[in-house]
């Protein structure tokens, strides 16, 4: 009996070992919760060890594939999948999204979007994760793929990183060097790149936008202040105006009706410094914005992933005890009418004597700007002793490999 049952397991093991050789990596769609926490430890698996690395907080993933919680459900569809060795090793994972609301002016065809991507330096795993989420998308009618891109906004979870691997600021996604040439080597190309840049902000801004913020200072119509919080519903609102004007429309941006707004700035409210968040009025009305945030990440890296009670409290005691010296700029925009006229040096300037008289901050991030916006561009190089942090791209694959490629169009 003993030689019969060492038999059979001399068997099985062989068959699982041409089995490996046969299907040597499985793919599995995410649709429980053991799934969610296949697809969350991904990341942290292929990062361990990883200096610069800032696990994101789980709650922020979830989130996006929660219908109850991400919006964009109401115009599309999501997908995940992770993907194992044939010993059940996490060794990559991908999702996939369908939103009619994305869109990009010039698009040939409807694009979809991949996000969420994580593998092993493999390009037989990529490729496999890559034609899983292609194969998906064709069936839903898709002609091309962006990625890796966000199912929501562009503030989150949007572009590759492949210069400046320094720690990443709040949701913006890390990856490893090899990434970029399995995104390659699979056939993506580059749809634009995305620059942030940094600057010191104890130091003077450039002489050119000195001279400019003073003409504009002759003008008593034109007021810049920060918001309070005790009137933050009302510079809720006049971002959504601003917001709507600047930048609805571009790349598939939907306007932010007032309601979105307050909710956004009241969820805000907690980690908001309100003597960072600019506005500019013209007459009282709102023309521009400056929104700032302190690097959250400088606190987040304490919590592992995880914002249960016990983890909110500690977050309130790192806050506490824990100066963070660098904030970040999330968005910048000036209503059509005013741009071009010195508006951006006027508060830039502005938010300039508050900021350096808290002696707080010594360093600072722009997000990212994409190539396609050279006005923005000129704005972030133009403060004065600009650099560039990172760089990011978001990569395009089209399904019909005989179209001629096209860039994101220029604003």
């Keep these: 009996m003993k030689r019969k049952i060492e038999c059979l397991q001399k068997v099985e093991n062989s068959l699982r070992l041409r089995l490996s050789y046969i299907c040597p990596m499985q793919i599995v769609e995410v649709k429980d919760r053991k799934g969610q926490r296949d697809f969350l430890r991904v990341n942290v698996e292929l990062f361990k060890g990883e200096p610069n690395y800032i696990r994101p907080l789980d709650k922020d993933i979830e989130e996006v594939f929660d219908p109850k919680k991400n919006k964009a459900f109401r115009f599309g569809e999501a ?7 044939n010993q059940g090793l996490l060794i990559g994972r991908i999702a996939a999204f369908v ?6 002016k010039g698009d040939r065809f409807p694009v979809g979007g991949i996000g969420f991507f994580d593998c092993i330096d493999d390009q037989k795993a990529a490729d496999l994760l890559f ?26 979870w949007w572009g590759l990183i492949v210069e400046g691997f320094q720690p990443p600021l709040y949701c913006m996604s890390y990856s490893k060097p090899y990434y970029r040439t399995l995104f390659e080597k699979y056939g993506f190309e580059n749809f634009f790149n995305q620059v942030c840049y940094g600057l010191d902000p104890t130091r003077e801004i450039s002489a050119k936008l000195l001279a400019r913020h003073a003409e504009l200072k002759k003008d008593p119509h034109f007021k810049a202040m920060h918001a309070t919080k005790k009137d ?27 309601d979105l707004a307050i909710s956004m700035f009241r969820k805000m409210k907690p980690v908001m410094d309100e003597r960072v968040v600019w506005f500019t009025y013209y007459k009282e009305d709102p023309i521009a914005i400056f929104l700032n945030i302190p690097d959250l990440n400088q606190w987040f890296k304490y919590l592992n992933g995880k914002f249960d009670l016990l983890h909110k409290l500690k977050f309130l005691w790192v806050k506490w005890t824990k100066p963070n010296r660098r904030f970040t700029g999330i968005i910048f925009g000036i209503v059509p009418e005013f741009q071009g006229k010195g508006v951006d040096a006027f508060m830039i300037n502005e938010a300039k004597f508050v900021v350096q008289a808290m ?27 600009t650099y560039l942090t990172r760089r990011l791209i978001t990569w395009r694959y089209q399904f019909d490999r005989t179209l001629p490629f096209e860039r994101h169009p220029i604003l």
């Design 359 to 385: 002696n707080k901050y010594n360093y600072y991030e722009l997000q990212w700007i994409g190539d396609f916006n050279p006005k923005m561009i000129n704005v972030a190089e133009g403060i004065g002793d």
């Design 99 to 104: 939103n009619k609301k994305y869109r990009t």
């Design 131 to 156: 034609d899983t989420a292609k194969e998906w998308l064709s069936q839903k009618g898709m002609g091309a793929m962006d990625g890796p891109i966000n199912f929501g906004e562009r503030d989150r």
């Design 232 to 258: 933050l519903d009302k510079f809720a609102v006049d971002f959504s105006i601003v917001y709507n004007k600047a930048w609805a429309g571009h790349g598939g941006l939907k306007e932010i009706s007032k």
């Design 79 to 85: 997908i995940r999948w992770v993907l194992k060795d």
